[in-house]
C-alpha cells in the first residue's frame, strides 16, 4: 500500500470544514458510512468531508463521474457497502482518487459536487455492511495477560497465545451503529461462593474498546489468503465495542468461550476508514526477540515493515449526572492500536489457513486494545482490577462497572509527522436498565 496523491498534507479543500483544527475528516481521509436525512429516505452510501457527507445517490443521479469511479458510486447506492467491498481495491482507489479531486480546492466539480453535500447533523447511519460472520479476536497480549491474571493467577497467559492469533465466532446478528441504546442483559451468574447460580440483571457489565476490521474481497473455501496478499482483501477499519457482561462471562466461558456474555450487543462507529487511507500510519511490527517468532504462514518482510497501525484510541464515560449537569465526559483510558502482538494481516492470513473464507462485508474485532500500562487498558475489569478499585471520575463519581443511563463515547485518530490527523468519528452506546 503506497502512498499517492491523495495522502498529500498540503491537499486542501473547497469544504471549508474539511480545514477545521480538529475535524476528523479532512480531505485526505474520505471515510464512508450508510446514512439517510430524512426517515423516508432510503439508506445509502456516502463519505465524510469535514462537518458535510458527500452524498453518493445524489453524485450518482447527477452522473458526475465516469468510468470504474462511476461503476463504484453506482455500487455505493445500495444500503449496505457489499456491493462496493466486493469490487476490489482498483475500485475503491478510484472512488478514492476520484473524490479527491472533486472535492479538491478549485476543482471545476464544485458546484455539482457542493448539491450533493448532506450536513452530518442530519444524518442517520445505519450498519455500513450486511455482516455474514464476525469474528473476534484478542491480539493485545497485554489484555489477555491482565484478564488471565483475574481469571487464572498462577496461569495467566495460556501457552497457546504466542503462536495463535486467537480468536472466537461471535454473534453478527446484535452488532449495531452508533449511537443505538444498549439493553443491559439478563442471565446467570455464579458467585464464586454461591453453590448455585442465580438469574438476574448482569451486575458487571463491561466495555472493550477494539477496532473494527472489514474485509473487502472474500476468498473461495480452501483457498487461504496468503499474509502479502491480504492487503487486497481488507476494506478498512472502524471503531467497535464488544460490550461484555463479566459476571455471565466467568460463568459460562468454559470450556468453549464467551456466549450470551457478548452477543447481546457490539457496538461500531459509522465511519469505516479505508485500508488506503490509513498507508500513510503504517509502521514497522515487531515481535521481542525473547518471545516466540510466528511461523512462516505468519511471517514476512512486508509484514515486519509495514505490518502495525499508529492509531491512538481513547475511551470516555458520560454518567446520567454529567449530562443533567452539561459535564464533558470523563476521560477512562487512551491506548493505541500498535500494541496489537499480531498484525491485520497476520488475523486474516490465520483465520483462511485452514480454508476457511471469508465474504465482502465479514467483521473482525482486533480483541481489547491494552497497552503496556495500567491507565492504557481497554476495559473497566482491568482499570478496576476486577471490580475492587473503582476508578474515580473527573466530576468525583465513581465507577467499578457500567451503571444504567452511563454511555460509553470510543474516539479513533492517527497521527504522522509527514501525514495530517485523520479520525473515526466516534462509537457510542448508552445503556439501558434491564427490563
Ligand atoms: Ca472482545
Known amino acids: 500500500m503506497t502512498l499517492n496523491e491523495t ?97 479538491r480546492e478549485g476543482s471545476s466539480l464544485n458546484e455539482k459536487l457542493a448539491n450533493c453535500l448532506v450536513p452530518q447533523s442530519e444524518a442517520e447511519y445505519a450498519v455500513p455492511a450486511d455482516i455474514g460472520d464476525y469474528t473476534d479476536f484478542y491480539t493485545s497480549i497485554h489484555h489477555a495477560t491482565n484478564i488471565g491474571k483475574l481469571f487464572r493467577p498462577d496461569n495467566p497467559l495460556m501457552p497457546n497465545y504466542q503462536w495463535v492469533p486467537i480468536g472466537y465466532h461471535g454473534r453478527s446478528s446484535s452488532i449495531q451503529i452508533s449511537g443505538v441504546d444498549v439493553r443491559r442483559p439478563k442471565g446467570q451468574t455464579k458467585a464464586p461462593d454461591a453453590l448455585t447460580p442465580s438469574f438476574g440483571p448482569c451486575q458487571r457489565l463491561d466495555y472493550e ?30 471503531l467497535l465495542n464488544d460490550w461484555s457482561a463479566r459476571d455471565i462471562q466467568a460463568w459460562e466461558y468454559q470450556p468453549l468461550g464467551p456466549f450470551l456474555s457478548k452477543s447481546f450487543a457490539t457496538t461500531i462507529s459509522p465511519w469505516i476508514v479505508t485500508w488506503e487511507a490509513l498507508a500513510p500510519y503504517r509502521k514497522e511490527w515487531t515481535r521481542p526477540t525473547d518471545h516466540p517468532q510466528p511461523l512462516p504462514y505468519l511471517e514476512s518482510n512486508h509484514n515486519r515493515s509495514t505490518g502495525a497501525f499508529d492509531i491512538e484510541l481513547e475511551v470516555l464515560l458520560e454518567t446520567k449526572q454529567m449530562r443533567r449537569n452539561q459535564e464533558p465526559p470523563s476521560q477512562l483510558s487512551v491506548s493505541n492500536f500498535r500494541y496489537s502482538y499480531w498484525t491485520v494481516a497476520q488475523m486474516v492470513a490465520h483465520h483462511t489457513i485452514n480454508g476457511c473464507n471469508l465474504r465482502p462485508g465479514d467483521l473482525f474485532g482486533s480483541g481489547t486494545m491494552s497497552g503496556p500500562e495500567p491507565t492504557e487498558a481497554g476495559a473497566l475489569i482491568e482499570l478496576t482490577k476486577g471490580g475492587k478499585q473503582p476508578v474515580t471520575l473527573t466530576n468525583g463519581e465513581h465507577r467499578t462497572f457500567l451503571e444504567d443511563g452511563d454511555a460509553v463515547i470510543m474516539r479513533g485518530r492517527c497521527q504522522h509527522r509527514n501525514a495530517p490527523k485523520i479520525g473515526f468519528g466516534e462509537a457510542v452506546g448508552t445503556i439501558l436498565s434491564a427490563t
Open 7 to 103: 495522502h498529500d498534507p498540503k491537499l486542501t479543500s473547497w469544504v471549508n470544514s474539511a480545514q477545521q483544527v480538529g475535524t476528523d475528516f479532512p480531505i485526505q481521509n474520505l471515510p464512508l458510512a450508510i446514512f439517510r436525512s430524512e426517515s423516508t429516505e432510503p439508506f445509502r452510501g456516502g463519505v465524510a468531508i469535514g462537518d458535510q457527507i458527500v452524498d453518493l445517490g445524489a453524485v450518482a443521479q447527477a452522473e458526475l463521474f465516469s468510468g470504474e469511479a462511476a461503476a463504484a458510486v453506482t455500487a455505493c447506492t445500495k444500503p449496505s457497502l457489499n456491493a462496493f467491498m466486493n469490487m476490489g481495491p482498483g475500485a475503491w482507489s478510484s472512488l478514492r482518487s476520484t473524490l479527491s479531486r472533486g472535492l
Open 209 to 238: 474498546m477494539e477496532m473494527g476490521i472489514f474485509i473487502g474481497c472474500g476468498n473461495e473455501v480452501g483457498q487461504p489468503i496468503p499474509l502479502d496478499d491480504s492487503d487486497n482483501h481488507i476494506f478498512g477499519l472502524c
